[in-house]
Nanobody, 127 residues
Framework: QVQLVESGGGLVQAGGSLSVSCAVS????????MGWFRQAPGKAREFVAT????????YYADSVKGRFTISRDNAKNTVYLQMNSLKPEDTAVYYC????????????????????WGRGTQVTVSS
């Protein structure tokens, strides 16, 4: 069983920045593709960003491209999401997800493509 624990959420004003992180329990983390998703109240969960095991490839939803940055530290079994120029519409619970088997540099953007999930961390952006 892979455990993922998110941290770093909180309240920030529009235009501000926030960083969330996700610690993964397995040593095999370095072989996992990692992703961030979010779910706003009354809305479906949506893809935010993904990063391959080697960090050589990243991919972002159009809504966050240029504002958010996903990164990882395989020595610390941790993936990060740096969020800049935050907007009220970024308000959501942010979840990290792990995919254990990946194909090259393919970008996985569907939630059903991931095997394990964290419990989420709340990010609230005030206007």
């Amino acid at each position: 069983q892979v455990q993922l624990v998110e941290s770093g959420g909180g309240l920030v004003q529009a235009g501000g920045s926030l960083s969330v992180s996700c610690a993964v329990s397995r040593r095999a983390f370095s072989t996992y593709t990692m992703g961030w998703f979010r779910q706003a109240p009354g809305k479906a969960r949506e893809f935010v960003a993904t990063i391959t095991w080697s960090a050589t490839s990243t991919y972002y939803a159009d809504s966050v491209k240029g504002r958010f940055t996903i990164s990882r530290d395989n020595a610390k079994n941790t993936v990060y999401l740096q969020m800049n120029s935050l907007k009220p519409e970024d308000t959501a619970v942010y979840y990290c997800a792990a995919r254990r088997y990946s194909s090259g540099s393919y970008s996985y953007t569907k939630d059903y493509e991931y095997n394990d999930w964290g419990r989420g961390t709340q990010v609230t952006v005030s206007s």
